[in-house]
């Protein structure tokens, strides 16, 4: 009572401060908006709301319903101009009161609207990817569980909760779906079966402000209740022609702030709260000054059809309107982020959301995908617009030499807009002065024996076994004098590393990595071998029955030169347990790694980001290997390994996102050159999955190096890498000039190439893909047998 008492009695001017002070805290600067396409399934209704030409009766020739060929055309059109979102809206019913909505659901053989309109959404679903909302009116359990099983999200605004205007001459006058406690029912039935949900009000239909209040503290109960909904609009009522209330008074521009403004205060910091800036003309940006958070959905194709005089804004004018506040237009689905969880999304439509949805659950905002060469990487974007100031002092204590820790480098994950291009800035700048304009690489050949492996990475298209042979390519497992060839023609090429690795081939013990070390050495026994994850030392140790120190104190007298520290993925263990949960655990890779470095054996350190993980874990990521160099100082180069998810078995499943965003690609490898230094001070970023061009942004953000030209690089191809194969030197020269950097060829270890060896490079003949040889008869596993 005293929260309704002030907001009925204070200045208005001072609940819109406390209400975007709320805003602010719970939402920081992101102004959200859903990319759309309006889908108006049918325009019958059996309600009269005195306010509404959405609902109409037929024009001669039209028909009751959209065709499903009508919706697809609609939806495919949506989905070309990037929209995520496709909004059914349509009338309550019309079944019951129009006998051309009976006679054509009969001759498609459908009982109801709804069940028409699942079939719809669903449609829409498998043929565009387009993630349903509906707002299909009063409906009763049965029906809400039905459409939940095809749609990312649901609504039904409450309106009011004002009985009175069901009477005659009230707004919902004979409008028996309006009545409040039907609708009532149905948000609290949604509540109960888990399904986000949107509501609000809509004001100036003869309510007043008392009864404003009364709905918005419903819909609080409700969501106190139960949880599920995730956001509340506050919409102003249009007066339209042709309608009974087409001389009635529109709340003005005053009564709709203090609408928001109260709606803010009674639901809390953390809820979203929209109102539609097309219903407010050039006035629309004055609405953040209230405490929304959202613009709702914007349709680039579509009209607002429930209010056709009123035209979105454009997205220009809509992100320069919320730039205006100081505020960042981030893109959404239908689904916010809090809600996107398998408690919330039924699994039939969660991979489609995972597959639209970045790694802080907002939608993503490019359509570039790592190892898609199709897609060029957006371009970088100007140092301007709204900050976050807590950014700036993010960078500012790292520029000062603090000790970086969880929640700043999560933070500074978050950057969006012109934050991104300053994170980046600070990151280039710390590069320059660590490394100056040297982009380093090392003239190498990958020798993947085999792709043979006991394990089952959801994330790996590379390793095969008895149902893998679908995923590029048949299993092979190399023999040894194959192995030499290819070391001996690196060499002859002008290579100074061979990197060997494989899976983890059941018949392998820590003896054939001894030989593989072996055949390598004797090929040519001045190359660099850079070999064995720490999956391999693991699994070597445990069949020899030796501790993880001893084998690796073999491994480096047999001639081994340094590791690969891939197997990394994230350093979290609940993320390992989806993504490879038989595979090493955090701890245990930190300690094969750590331990290398004990025994005089530098690494790498990688992550691999993109798939099933969060921000959270990023950092968790970054502040272990930190940690680790601290310590061992054995780390050369810390490389960032973009998710390539086209042929990911978790992928194919539907399970991970479609990898990282550009954005985030761009800001891993920035916020690791900030975090990992001093430390750490080379930053490589992978041409196999970014591409030239992206890794062209990522060099001009932090990193220093470009890794290895390869010579057959396996891996990111068999994941669906359009990327090639080899990077030969001469060309990877021309590419680092043509960005205005030097070309530093190196060492395995960043020392200084040989000139001859890299002159050899430079004249050698590009290498043509490699055809993996049949496996050999050794297989452990009479399954894998069947394979040879």
Same mark, same amino acid.
């Given at each position: 009572?005293?929260?309704?008492?002030?907001?009925?009695?204070?200045?208005?001017?001072?609940?819109?401060?406390?209400?975007?002070?709320?805003?602010?805290?719970?939402?920081?600067?992101?102004?959200?908006?859903?990319?759309?396409?309006?889908?108006?399934?049918?325009?019958?209704?059996?309600?009269?709301?005195?306010?509404?030409?959405?609902?109409?009766?037929?024009?001669? %020739? #039209? $028909?009751?319903?959209?065709?499903?060929?009508?919706?697809? &055309? @609609?939806?495919?059109?949506?989905? =070309?101009? *990037?929209?995520?979102?496709?909004?059914?809206?349509?009338?309550?019913?019309?079944?019951?009161?129009?006998?051309?909505?009976?006679?054509?659901?009969?001759?498609?053989?459908?009982?109801?609207?709804?069940?028409?309109?699942?079939?719809?959404?669903?449609?829409?679903?498998?043929?565009?990817?387009?993630?349903?909302?509906?707002?299909?009116?009063?409906?009763?359990?049965?029906?809400?569980?039905?459409?939940?099983?095809?749609?990312?999200?649901?609504?039904?605004?409450?309106?009011?909760?004002?009985?009175?205007?069901?009477?005659?001459?009230?707004?919902?006058?004979?409008?028996?779906?309006?009545?409040?406690?039907?609708?009532?029912?149905?948000?609290?039935?949604?509540?109960?079966?888990?399904?986000?949900?949107?509501?609000?009000?809509?004001?100036?239909? %003869? #309510? $007043?402000?008392?009864?404003?209040?009364?709905?918005?503290? &419903? @819909?609080?109960?409700?969501?106190? =209740?139960? *949880?599920?909904?995730?956001?509340?609009?506050?919409?102003?009522?249009?007066?339209?022609?042709?309608?009974?209330?087409?001389?009635?008074?529109?709340?003005?521009?005053?009564?709709?702030?203090?609408?928001?403004?109260?709606?803010?205060?009674?639901?809390?910091?953390?809820?979203?709260?929209?109102?539609?800036?097309?219903?407010?003309?050039?006035?629309?940006?004055?609405?953040?000054?209230?405490?929304?958070?959202?613009?709702?959905?914007?349709?680039?194709?579509?009209?607002?059809?429930?209010?056709?005089?009123?035209?979105?804004?454009?997205?220009?004018?809509?992100?320069?309107?919320?730039?205006?506040?100081?505020?960042?237009?981030?893109?959404?689905?239908?689904?916010?982020?809090?809600?996107?969880?398998?408690?919330?999304?039924?699994?039939?439509?969660?991979?489609?959301?995972?597959?639209?949805?970045?790694?802080?659950?907002?939608?993503?905002?490019?359509?570039?995908?790592?190892?898609?060469?199709?897609?060029?990487?957006?371009?970088?974007?100007?140092?301007?617009?709204?900050?976050?100031?807590?950014?700036?002092?993010?960078?500012?204590?790292?520029?000062?030499?603090?000790?970086?820790?969880?929640?700043?480098?999560?933070?500074?994950?978050?950057?969006?807009?012109?934050?991104?291009?300053?994170?980046?800035?600070?990151?280039?700048?710390?590069?320059?002065?660590?490394?100056?304009?040297?982009?380093?690489?090392?003239?190498?050949?990958?020798?993947?024996?085999?792709?043979?492996?006991?394990?089952?990475?959801?994330?790996?298209?590379?390793?095969?076994?008895?149902?893998?042979?679908?995923?590029?390519?048949?299993?092979?497992?190399?023999?040894?004098?194959?192995?030499?060839?290819?070391?001996?023609?690196?060499?002859?090429?002008?290579?100074?590393?061979?990197?060997?690795?494989?899976?983890?081939?059941?018949?392998?013990?820590?003896?054939?990595?001894?030989?593989?070390?072996?055949?390598?050495?004797?090929?040519?026994?001045?190359?660099?071998?850079?070999?064995?994850?720490?999956?391999?030392?693991?699994?070597?140790?445990?069949?020899?029955?030796?501790?993880?120190?001893?084998?690796?104190?073999?491994?480096?007298?047999?001639?081994?030169?340094?590791?690969?520290?891939?197997?990394?993925?994230?350093?979290?263990?609940?993320?390992?347990?989806?993504?490879?949960?038989?595979?090493?655990?955090?701890?245990?890779?930190?300690?094969?790694?750590?331990?290398?470095?004990?025994?005089?054996?530098?690494?790498?350190?990688?992550?691999?980001?993109?798939?099933?993980?969060?921000?959270?874990?990023?950092?968790?990521?970054?502040?272990?290997?930190?940690?680790?160099?601290?310590?061992?100082?054995?780390?050369?180069?810390?490389?960032?390994?973009?998710?390539?998810?086209?042929?990911?078995?978790?992928?194919?499943?539907?399970?991970?996102?479609?990898?990282?965003?550009?954005?985030?690609?761009?800001?891993?490898?920035?916020?690791?050159?900030?975090?990992?230094?001093?430390?750490?001070?080379?930053?490589?970023?992978?041409?196999?999955?970014?591409?030239?061009?992206?890794?062209?942004?990522?060099?001009?953000?932090?990193?220093?190096?470009?890794?290895?030209?390869?010579?057959?690089?396996?891996?990111?191809?068999?994941?669906?890498?359009?990327?090639?194969?080899?990077?030969?030197?001469?060309?990877?020269?021309?590419?680092?000039?043509?960005?205005?950097?030097?070309?530093?060829?190196?060492?395995?270890?960043?020392?200084?190439?040989?000139?001859?060896?890299?002159?050899?490079?430079?004249?050698?003949?590009?290498?043509?893909?490699?055809?993996?040889?049949?496996?050999?008869?050794?297989?452990?596993?009479?399954?894998?047998?069947?394979?040879?």
């Amino acid at each position: 009572m005293l929260l309704r008492a002030r907001l009925l009695g204070d200045a208005p001017d001072r609940l819109m401060a406390e209400a975007c002070a709320l805003r602010d805290a719970g939402h920081g600067l992101i102004q959200s908006f859903s990319p759309k396409v309006f889908i108006p399934l049918t325009r019958l209704c059996r309600d009269y709301c005195h306010y509404c030409t959405f609902s109409r009766p037929l024009e001669r %020739g #039209e $028909t009751p319903y959209l065709t499903a060929e009508e919706v697809l &055309a @609609i939806a495919r059109e949506g989905a =070309a101009q *990037g929209c995520t979102e496709a909004l059914f809206t349509l009338g309550d019913k019309p079944e019951l009161r129009h006998a051309a909505a009976r006679e054509a659901l009969e001759a498609t053989g459908y009982a109801s609207t709804i069940a028409y309109l699942v079939d719809m959404c669903a449609l829409v679903l498998k043929e565009t990817g387009l993630l349903p909302h509906v707002n299909a009116g009063v409906m009763g359990r049965e029906d809400l569980l039905a459409l939940r099983r095809v749609s990312a999200s649901q609504g039904l605004m409450l309106e009011t909760v004002a009985d009175r205007l069901g009477e005659k001459g009230g707004a919902h006058y004979r409008s028996p779906d309006k009545v409040p406690a039907a609708r009532l029912e149905t948000i609290r039935l949604a509540g109960e079966l888990a399904i986000p949900f949107t509501s609000g009000i809509l004001i100036g239909i %003869g #309510e $007043t402000r008392e009864e404003r209040l009364d709905a918005l503290f &419903a @819909i609080r109960d409700l969501h106190r =209740a139960h *949880g599920h909904i995730q956001e509340v609009i506050v919409q102003n009522f249009r007066a339209k022609l042709r309608t009974p209330m087409a001389d009635a008074q529109e709340p003005d521009i005053a009564d709709l702030l203090w609408t928001i403004a109260a709606a803010r205060l009674i639901l809390g910091p953390a809820m979203n709260i929209q109102a539609p800036p097309n219903l407010s003309a050039d006035d629309f940006p004055r609405l953040m000054d209230a405490g929304i958070n959202d613009w709702g959905g914007v349709s680039p194709v579509t009209p607002d059809h429930v209010n056709p005089e009123a035209p979105w804004p454009e997205l220009a004018r809509l992100e320069t309107g919320t730039a205006e506040r100081g505020r960042m237009l981030v893109r959404r689905l239908p689904v916010y982020p809090p809600w996107l969880a398998k408690r919330w999304i039924a699994p039939e439509v969660l991979p489609a959301v995972l597959r639209h949805s970045d790694a802080h659950g907002w939608g993503r905002d490019d359509r570039w995908h790592s190892g898609d060469s199709a897609v060029a990487p957006p371009q970088p974007g100007a140092v301007c617009g709204p900050g976050d100031p807590a950014i700036g002092q993010a960078l500012a204590a790292l520029e000062a030499g603090n000790e970086p820790d969880a929640g700043l480098v999560e933070l500074l994950f978050s950057a969006r807009g012109g934050d991104v291009e300053r994170v980046s800035a600070a990151a280039d700048d710390l590069r320059q002065r660590v490394n100056g304009d040297a982009v380093g690489y090392v003239v190498n050949r990958n020798i993947n024996y085999t792709n043979i492996c006991a394990y089952a990475c959801g994330f790996c298209a590379f390793s095969k076994g008895r149902t893998h042979e679908d995923l590029r390519g048949r299993p092979y497992d190399l023999d040894h004098d194959e192995i030499a060839r290819r070391v001996r023609e690196a060499a002859a090429r002008g290579a100074s590393e061979v990197c060997l690795q494989g899976g983890i081939h059941p018949a392998y013990t820590g003896q054939t990595y001894l030989e593989i070390l072996r055949t390598a050495r004797q090929a040519v026994p001045g190359i660099h071998v850079h070999a064995f994850s720490p999956l391999e030392v693991a699994h070597g140790a445990q069949t020899l029955g030796l501790n993880i120190r001893e084998f690796l104190e073999r491994l480096k007298a047999e001639g081994l030169g340094s590791l690969p520290g891939t197997a990394a993925e994230i350093l979290d263990d609940e993320v390992r347990a989806i993504i490879c949960p038989d595979k090493l655990t955090a701890a245990e890779w930190l300690d094969v790694i750590g331990t290398a470095h004990e025994v005089g054996l530098r690494t790498t350190a990688t992550i691999m980001f993109g798939h099933v993980e969060t921000p959270a874990h990023w950092a968790k990521h970054l502040l272990a290997i930190r940690a680790l160099q601290m310590r061992t100082g054995g780390i050369t180069e810390f490389v960032p390994l973009p998710f390539v998810h086209m042929e990911a078995p978790l992928a194919r499943k539907g399970q991970t996102r479609a990898g990282p965003t550009f954005r985030e690609v761009r800001l891993m490898h920035a916020i690791a050159r900030l975090v990992l230094h001093p430390h750490i001070t080379n930053i490589q970023t992978s041409w196999t999955k970014l591409g030239q061009q992206g890794a062209t942004q990522c060099l001009q953000g932090g990193a220093n190096d470009i890794g290895g030209s390869l010579m057959n690089e396996s891996i990111s191809r068999a994941a669906g890498s359009a990327h090639g194969q080899e990077f030969p030197p001469l060309e990877m020269d021309a590419f680092i000039g043509s960005i205005g950097r030097v070309p530093l060829p190196r060492t395995t270890l960043y020392a200084d190439a040989d000139p001859s060896s890299i002159e050899r490079a430079r004249i050698a003949a590009p290498l043509e893909p490699v055809i993996q040889t049949p496996p050999r008869k050794r297989l452990a596993d009479p399954a894998l047998e069947l394979h040879a």
